[in-house]
């Protein structure tokens, strides 16, 4: 049972270059979000769905997209990266909100 | 505005002593509290859960207590133990057209001691 899987493990981009992180979980959950994870500011929400065709923005959307097509996947996209945007990643899938949010184990991006 | 607060950043207990992590909120409508354990280069794993129509939750050697009026939480663990060592986040949900996200906390790093 893979769980929810993330890839790349690590990536570093030049500024203004975009990416899609993958998220990937066979738990068959409904809901999956997008965390960034930044020092002294813990783990903050940055778009999350309830299920295929229908996503929401968290805390800190800006310079990112996502779509849910599938309820395997949830691909976070970068437009167009800014240092700013450098931090740890983590994707998380649930049964629904009052359960257990599954974690990847997360992509760490730097931007330069 | 931080919705979910955890005001100690760090902790350090003695082996088999009890560790006390504290959680305090903001928000009325959060109904249902969780605790999640992080080690280094790995996601975060669920550690225990509340709701708020109880005051007290209880899976082996942790324990979480949701004082509503206070608006607080705490996680103990009892005993401690080395591999207990982590980032602790507390995090909340409420009801309504936004109950269908987490709010996370900073993290409290709790380092136990041989």
């Known amino acids: ?112 | 505005d931080q919705q979910v607060k955890q005001n100690s950043p760090s902790l350090s207990v003695q082996e088999g002593r009890i560790s006390i992590l504290n959680c305090d909120y903001t928000n009325s409508m959060f109904d249902y509290f969780l605790w999640y354990k992080k080690y280094p280069a790995e996601g975060p794993t669920f550690l225990i859960s509340i709701s708020s129509i109880k005051d007290k939750n209880e899976d082996g050697r942790f324990t979480v207590f949701l004082n509503k009026s206070a608006k607080h939480l705490s996680l103990h663990i009892v005993p401690s133990q080395p591999g207990d060592s982590a980032v602790y986040f507390c995090a909340a949900s409420a009801k309504g057209s936004s109950g269908d996200k987490l709010t996370f906390g900073t993290g409290t790093r709790l380092a136990v001691r041989p």
């Not at chain 1, 066979?26 to 229908?54: F, K, T």
């Open chain 1, 1 to 112: 049972n893979a769980g929810v899987t993330q890839t790349p493990k690590f990536q570093v981009l030049k500024t203004g270059q975009s990416m899609t992180l993958q998220c990937a979980q066979d738990m068959n959950h409904e809901y999956m979000s997008w965390y960034r994870q930044d020092p002294g500011m813990g783990l903050r929400l940055i778009h999350y769905s309830v299920g295929a065709g229908i996503t929401d923005q968290g805390e800190v959307p800006n310079g990112y997209n996502v779509s849910r097509s599938t309820t395997e996947d949830f691909p976070l996209r970068l437009l167009s990266a800014a240092p700013s945007q450098t931090s740890v990643y983590f994707c998380a899938s649930s049964y629904n909100r009052n359960t257990e949010a599954f974690f990847g184990q997360g992509t760490r991006l730097t931007v330069v």
